[in-house]
Structures are given as structure tokens and as C-alpha cells.
T-cell receptor, first 111, second 115 residues
Framework: GIQVEQSPPDLILQEGANSTLRCNFS?????LQWFHQNPWGQLINLFY???GTKQNGRLSATTVATERYSLLYISSSQTTDSGVYFCAARDAGGGADGLTFGKGTHLIIQP | ETGVTQTPRHLVMGMTNKKSLKCEQHLGHNAMYWYKQSAKKPLELMFV???????ENNSVPSRFSPECPNSSHLFLHLHTLQPEDSALYLC??????????????FGDGTRLSIL
């Protein structure tokens, strides 16, 4: 099945800093999503982005499908941005119907 | 995500108990999913239902028994669980078009602890 790898695994930044999180995937995808999991376990949908670029406030994401990677940008980080960021993808080649998740990037924003 | 509701939010049960997790989606979707998130591990797909029919069982032990009576409701029946089954169980739904390219929406999860 499809492999999804995220980097870095951990990231500690000061409030106000910018960050880039990366997601590499091994096969063509027809679904790619970025999620933020808060300390209570809730998965918050950030972006549905199988290709192209999207922006939502301080967050933006870009997926280059031909090169099999996606990037999540967080600008002017706030302490509330802390948590785990997951990338998840679905194989376009007829693999599992569900999403395959990466191991996540654990982001800590210090005041 | 208020469109997908899971109950209960927390559940503590003994290994010999029988309990059920419930998921309801209010988004008019036709596909529903169960995922498991164990400590220090990524989310893992368990089951997929399309139009109430199970289309995927990701090698899940038989002590987990899913049920999908209609496109809006999904259950996970639990019996004789093991301590390693303690995890966060997440339900999701999506509108499947046959091309698999629609986003999935997740509930808040049920945190299960097995004593």
C-alpha cells in the first residue's frame, strides 16, 4: 500500500516564527488531507489538497502531485498552533478506500 | 467537527464486557470509516463502509464487530477486548463518487480504556 512519511517528527519554535512541515507519499494520490490533532485528540481538518495550493489565514499548503510531496506552511506561529499535524493520503491506484496517515509532526510553540 | 458525532467520548471497560461505540454523520455522506489511534502510533484504518456495505476490513480481530444499518450510522461492537486495544477510536465519513477524491470528515473520537 501507499507509504506516507512526514518530517520533521518534532519541531519546537518560538511564538511568531514560521514553519514548514513536509509530507512525502510513495504513489499517486486522489486524496491528500492535512489535519491538526489537539491535546484532546480532536482531528481538525486543515486542508483537502490532492494538488495545487490553498491558503487559510496563517496556514497554507501546497501539493506537487507529480513529485509526490506536500508542504504545510504555518506563519506567525501562536501557542494555540501546538499539537500534532498529520498528513493523510489515499492511493489513486485502487488501494485502500480509507486514508493512510503519516506518523505526524509534533509541533510545540513556546511563548 | 460537528458533522460527525461519536458517543461515548470516553469508555472504560473490563476485558469480559460487551460495549458498543456509536457514530452518526449529519453530512449526507455515503461512506463511513473506523480508525484506531494507539499511543505513539499513527491512525490506522479498521473498516470501510460504502452505501452500508463493508468494502474493507483491514485485518481487524473478530473481537471488533462493525455494523452499518444505514448510511448515517456506524457502530463498533466490542467484546472480550485486550489491554492493547486501549486507544482512541475515530469515525469518519465522506461522499464517495467512485473516484475516491472527496475529503473525509472526522468525529471527536471515543477514548477507550481496557482494564
Amino acid at each position: 500500500g501507499i507509504q506516507v512519511e512526514q518530517s520533521p517528527p518534532d519541531l519546537i519554535l518560538q511564538e511568531g516564527a514560521n514553519s514548514t512541515l513536509r509530507c512525502n507519499f510513495s504513489d499517486s494520490v486522489n486524496n491528500l488531507q492535512w489535519f491538526h490533532q489537539n491535546p484532546w485528540g480532536q482531528l481538525i481538518n486543515l486542508f483537502y489538497i490532492p494538488s495545487g495550493t490553498k491558503q487559510n489565514g496563517r496556514l497554507s499548503a501546497t501539493t506537487v502531485a507529480t513529485e509526490r510531496y506536500s508542504l504545510l506552511y504555518i506563519s506567525s506561529s501562536q501557542t494555540t498552533d501546538s499539537g500534532v499535524y498529520f498528513c493523510a493520503a489515499r492511493d489513486a491506484g485502487g488501494g485502500a478506500d480509507g486514508l493512510t496517515f503519516g506518523k505526524g509532526t509534533h509541533l510545540i510553540i513556546q511563548p | 467537527e460537528t458533522g460527525v458525532t461519536q458517543t461515548p467520548r470516553h469508555l472504560v471497560m473490563g476485558m469480559t464486557n460487551k460495549k458498543s461505540l456509536k457514530c452518526e454523520q449529519h453530512l449526507g455522506h455515503n461512506a463511513m470509516y473506523w480508525y484506531k489511534q494507539s499511543a505513539k502510533k499513527p491512525l490506522e484504518l479498521m473498516f470501510v463502509y460504502n452505501f452500508k456495505e463493508q468494502t474493507e476490513n483491514n485485518s481487524v480481530p473478530s473481537r471488533f464487530s462493525p455494523e452499518c444499518p444505514n448510511s448515517s450510522h456506524l457502530f463498533l461492537h466490542l467484546h472480550t477486548l485486550q489491554p492493547e486495544d486501549s486507544a482512541l477510536y475515530l469515525c469518519a465519513s465522506s461522499q464517495e463518487t467512485g473516484e475516491g477524491n472527496q475529503p473525509q470528515h472526522f468525529g471527536d473520537g471515543t477514548r477507550l480504556s481496557i482494564l
